[in-house]
């Protein structure tokens, strides 16, 4: 720790304590990213000289490669929570391609020395129902504002997830922090809670005491919620909510479901609205034993306090103290309204049920929240995730592309530091723009920010541009990150198909399909690698589910392409006319009719139909650039030609 460090910054109406992470602004606490305030206090540290861009690059950002746009961003942010202006600044100056000086008059006076004592005080303040037992509270009611109507569907305004809140059950929980990625799911169990290094958890969904669907919504909330808090701190591994759900037949026997998803803990709950009491417990899984059984009388009109109650008594049982950036981290609120953060959490929890009324749900209540709260960042980013996952219920890119760009737009407008919007503008540049630059822009501020958020589809990115040694890396980690996740998984799978490894693709395919045998995609792309393998009725038999399951939306190119491989040439001319009847009724790419004509060796109708999906948005790169389907057409002039124009080379 620097001298400065053990000190308090102060300058017109705002201070800041270093040592604590606490920034005020006219008495009022303002929450800045650990990035952010590391970067104020550099600057005020050395008020007295020019800081050039190069040396602040270097000191927050040593280890990554960004562009002077994200210390540019960095500044404007900071600016925005200070109210400081760039062309009458009162605090922060800059000086034209060099970099900033901090200009303020700065008192300094010393700090209080605090340290891990101060931040166990500031942990039993959040939850004083805590401090007297740790089995009998009492929490404050308080009133929640009417939520405001839902925005009409035509008007697309867009939300997501927060680090600290608890968002999409599968996306939200890639927010956590860089730190957690970097300790990997490790299959050794400490033998006590004081010597271990990393504890793994898994939250399940708090169970209802009544049988209402508002009640079931409630326990998944809660569980969402408490995923994300506890995900704050380096010394617990935390396993995403949507991998838990697949194991909801076995909720009954909590140890099973802890050996399962090989964790250390599993925290169990129930609820009872009325009279307003919460049990949970935290069970060892080694032996069953149960570490803690707290009951909580709380107002579930207060989430916030519900959630910071539940989750402080967990870190206390687990004897984990946050440091200051995990702290600052734990504070962050992205809405101080609980209505809005309620309507975000049902959002998340109806698009997480994959369904098509889901998803029409969801954006309903993401949109709520946002007519609550207009600033409220994460749910834009919500809304304009929920509009993308659109595309697997047949509707065409043309319709929900627009809408998703302009909510996670606005996302970044509200609050540039919202990675998962970053990362959703770098899978929209990439998947339906093909503008390559600007998703490697967006890709990096993403990394920068949660490097495990965008592993996936930043490795579909890195394998498009050909830089396959680095997608691998990349889709390790989402592995090591994910391990049971059946989407994920498939996912997986399909990048194996594209490198050509087809022996690990099946291993992974299967294991998707051991965890959810319903998946269509997982049975497509499992038949799709056996036809590479030369095991041709295995994969019709495959193909044929992922069609069944699916209604038609997945399935039938890969089915026409391999009765065209097998010789069945009147087979796959059938499976084109099927294709075309589909198409009338529900989006159908025409990346699928290529796929055919490829098989049956017609290959300027294959490309035709590769122009026309490209020119709907719904052509994939590393399809296009790697699937062995396409192979007898890579050779054309054409082909070649069709590539170059859209950024690749062969």
């Known amino acids: 720790m620097t001298k400065d460090e053990s000190r308090v910054f102060s300058f017109d109406d705002a201070e800041v304590e270093p040592r604590t ?13 650990p990035k952010a305030l590391k970067l104020l206090v550099f600057l005020i540290e050395n008020r007295d000289r020019l800081v050039e861009k190069d040396e602040l690059l270097h000191v927050l950002w040593k280890d990554i490669n960004v562009t002077e746009n994200v210390l540019a961003s960095a500044i404007a942010k900071l600016r925005r929570t200070l109210g400081d202006n760039s062309k009458s600044a009162k605090y922060i100056q800059t000086v034209h391609t060099r970099g900033y000086r901090f200009i303020a008059n700065v008192q300094v006076t010393d700090c209080p020395a ?16 805590c401090a007297a037992s740790p089995h009998s509270t009492t929490g404050a009611v308080t009133d929640v504002p009417t939520q405001a109507e839902a925005l009409p569907l035509t008007n697309p305004q867009r939300p997501l997830l927060a680090r600290n809140l608890a ?3 599968t996306l939200c929980v890639l927010l956590l922090g860089a730190a957690i990625y970097w300790r990997s799911f490790s299959s050794k169990r400490p033998s006590s809670l004081p010597g271990a290094n990393i504890t793994s958890i898994a939250v399940l969904p708090f169970q209802s005491v009544g049988s209402s669907e508002d009640d079931r919504v409630l326990g998944f909330e809660i569980a969402d919620a408490l995923t994300a808090r506890l995900s704050n701190s380096a010394h617990l591994s935390i396993r995403p909510l949507s991998t838990i759900l697949h194991y909801s037949d076995s909720f009954n026997d909590p140890t099973a479901v802890g050996r399962a998803l090989n964790v250390d803990y599993i925290l169990v709950g129930n609820i009872q609205r009325d009279p307003g009491l919460v049990t949970m417990r935290l069970i060892r899984v080694r032996d069953s034993a149960s570490l803690q059984t707290g009951f909580f009388n709380e107002a579930f009109t207060n989430i916030f306090q519900l959630e910071e109650s539940l989750s402080v008594q967990v870190l206390r049982t687990l004897t984990v103290t946050l440091n200051d950036e995990e702290e600052q981290r734990f504070r962050r609120r992205f809405t101080q309204n609980a209505a809005a953060y309620e309507a975000l959490l049902n959002a998340d929890y109806l698009m997480n049920l994959a369904t098509r009324d889901g998803i029409n749900q969801a954006i309903v ?29 047949g509707i065409a890119p043309a319709e929900f592309v627009p809408k998703s760009r302009a909510a996670e737009t606005k996302a970044i407008e509200i609050d540039n530091t919202v990675a998962y919007a970053h990362s959703m503008l770098a899978y929209i540049a990439f998947q339906y723009d093909w503008d390559f630059p600007r998703a490697e822009r967006e890709y990096t501020l993403a990394r920068e920010m949660d490097p495990p958020l965008v592993h996936q589809w930043y ?22 990150y994910y391990p049971f996740l059946p989407q994920g998984i498939t996912f997986y799978g399909q990048y194996l198909y594209l490198r050509h490894q087809n022996g690990l693709a099946v291993d992974l395919l299967n294991k998707s399909l051991s965890m959810q045998p319903d998946y269509a995609l997982a049975h497509e792309s499992l038949g799709m690698v056996y036809e590479q393998q030369g095991r041709m009725n295995e994969a019709i038999t495959e193909i044929q589910k992922a069609i069944d399951l699916s209604g038609g939306t997945y399935g039938l190119g890969s089915l026409g392409h391999v009765y065209a491989a097998a010789g069945r040439r009147s087979d796959a001319h059938k499976i084109l006319h099927s294709l075309v009847e589909h198409s009338s009724s529900t989006y159908t790419s025409p990346y699928q009719l290529a796929i055919v004509y490829a098989g049956l060796n017609e290959r300027d109708k294959a490309i035709d139909e590769l122009e026309r999906a490209h020119a709907d948005r719904s052509l994939s790169a590393p ?9 007898t057409l890579r050779a054309e002039p054409r082909f070649q030609d069709f590539a170059r124009r859209l950024g690749l080379s062969f």
């Open 21 to 33: 992470g606490r920034v005020s602004k006219a008495g009022a606490v303002v929450q800045l990213e």
């Open 114 to 129: 605090r340290g891990s004592q101060e931040r166990t005080e500031f942990l039993e303040a959040t939850a004083k129902e």
């Open 167 to 169: 968002l999409s059950v």
């Open 365 to 393: 209540s993401f949109r709520r929240a946002i007519a609550i709260d207009p600033n409220y960042a994460m749910a834009y980013a919500g809304l304009g995730d929920c509009y993308l996952r659109l595309f697997r219920f």
């Open 459 to 480: 490795g579909f990115y890195l394998l498009a541009i050909n830089r396959a040694p680095e997608a691998d890396i990349e889709f390790k980690k989402f592995n090591d």
């Open 623 to 631: 399809f296009l650039r790697f699937d062995p389907r396409l192979d």
